[in-house]
C-alpha cells in the first residue's frame, strides 16, 4: 500500500513466545518429511525390532504362553543389560540411516537457494536456527532409539517388581546416555555436512564416506601395528566402545587377532582397547568441530571474493 494513505497499522495480535520461535522450522520440516511414503515406511520398519523386543520380555513373565509354546525359560535370552544394550546397538544402525535420508537436505537448501537472509532478518537468532534444523534429527532418532527403550525397560520392571527396578536403575541411564549421545553426534554431522556440501547426494555420500571410510583405515592401522589405537579414529568404534562402557560390558584386554606368519604358524595375540577417556575425548572434539563449522557457515550473508 502506499505509505502516504497512512492506513496501515502495526500487528495487534498475538505473539509467538522468543523461547518457541525455532520451533517453526521442525514443523515444517515434519510436513515435508513424511510427504514421502517410502519413508512412511521405513521409519515404520525400524520400529519392528522393539517389537521383537517387547515379545521377548513378555515371554519371560507369561508361563502359559511358555507352556503353549513348550519353551523353557532358561532357554530365553536373559533381560539385562547385554539385553537392553543388543537393541540400543540395533536401533542405532536405523538411526544412522534415517539421519542419512532426513538430515542432509535441512541446512544445504537454504544456503543452496540463499534463504538464510530471509530467516535471519526476522527476531531469530543463528543459534535458534541450527537448534531448529538439529531438533527435526534429534525428535526423529529419539522417537526410535532411547524413548521406546525406556517404556520398554519400565515394562521390564512393571513384570519383574519394583526390586529389579532399583537394583536395574542404571540400565536406564546408560539407555538415554549412550542413545543421545548417538543421536547427537548424528545430529551435528549431518547439519555440519549439509553446511558445507549444498547438494544433497553429495552430502549423503559424505556423511557415509565419513563413517565408514576411517573405518576401514582404523582397521589396516590395526592389522598392521598389532594395535587398537587406529579405532579412535572411526566413529563407529567410538560409539561402540562408549556404548560398552556405559552398560559396563567393556574389556580393554580381551581382543584377539588371528594371522599367519611367513613359518604358516598361527598367532594369537591379545591387544588392549584404548582408555574410555579417550573415546569421549575425540567425539568432543568431532562434535566441537561440527559447532565450529556451522557457526561459520550459518551467516545471513556470505563475501565471496
Known amino acids: 500500500m502506499a505509505v502516504y494513505d497512512h492506513s496501515y497499522k502495526n500487528y495487534a495480535g498475538a505473539l509467538t513466545p522468543e523461547w518457541s520461535r525455532f520451533l517453526i522450522l521442525p514443523r515444517h520440516a515434519f510436513r515435508d518429511v513424511f510427504k514421502s511414503k517410502l519413508f512412511t515406511a521405513f521409519f515404520v520398519i525400524c520400529f519392528l525390532p522393539l517389537l521383537v523386543e517387547a515379545i521377548l520380555i513378555y515371554l519371560h513373565h507369561n508361563v502359559n504362553a511358555l507352556a503353549i509354546m513348550r519353551v523353557n525359560v532358561r532357554e530365553l ?52 536456527y541450527v537448534a531448529g ?20 525397560f519400565l515394562f521390564q520392571a512393571y513384570l519383574e517388581g519394583g526390586r529389579w527396578l532399583i537394583d536395574n536403575l542404571w540400565i536406564a541411564s546408560a539407555i538415554f546416555i549412550g542413545s ?7 545430529a551435528l554431522l549431518t547439519q555440519a555436512i549439509s553446511a558445507l556440501v ?24 590395526n592389522m598392521i601395528f598389532r594395535t587398537r589405537w587406529g579405532s579412535l579414529i572411526s566413529l563407529g568404534a567410538l560409539t561402540k566402545n562408549i556404548s ?32 574410555l577417556w579417550t573415546s569421549w575425548a575425540v567425539l568432543f572434539l568431532v562434535c566441537a568441530i561440527c559447532l565450529a563449522i556451522l557457526s561459520a557457515k550459518v551467516k545471513a550473508y556470505e563475501v565471496v571474493s
Open 133 to 152: 534444523k538439529m531438533s527435526v534429527v534429534l525428535v526423529l532418532l529419539s522417537a526410535m532409539t532411547w524413548v521406546p527403550q525406556l517404556l520398554l
Open 198 to 221: 549444498k547438494w544433497r547426494v553429495i552430502a549423503s555420500g559424505a556423511l557415509l564416506g565419513l563413517f565408514f571410510i576411517p573405518s576401514v583405515f582404523g582397521e589396516v592401522v
Open 244 to 275: 560398552a562402557g556405559l552398560f559396563g560390558t567393556f574389556e580393554q584386554t580381551t581382543t584377539f587377532i588371528t594371522d599367519m606368519d611367513g613359518s604358516g604358524i598361527v598367532n594369537r595375540v591379545q591387544l588392549t582397547e584404548p582408555p
Open 180 to 186: 543421545f549421545v548417538w543421536i547427537l553426534l548424528l
Open 77 to 128: 535370552i536373559p533381560v539385562d543389560a547385554s539385553f537392553f544394550q543388543t537393541f540400543v546397538n540395533i536401533q542405532s544402525g536405523f538411526a544412522f540411516f534415517v539421519a542419512l535420508l532426513v538430515g542432509p537436505p535441512l541446512v544445504s537448501r537454504d544456503l543452496r537457494n540463499n534463504a538464510l537472509p530471509l530467516y535471519l532478518c526476522r527476531p531469530f537468532s543463528r543459534t535458534e
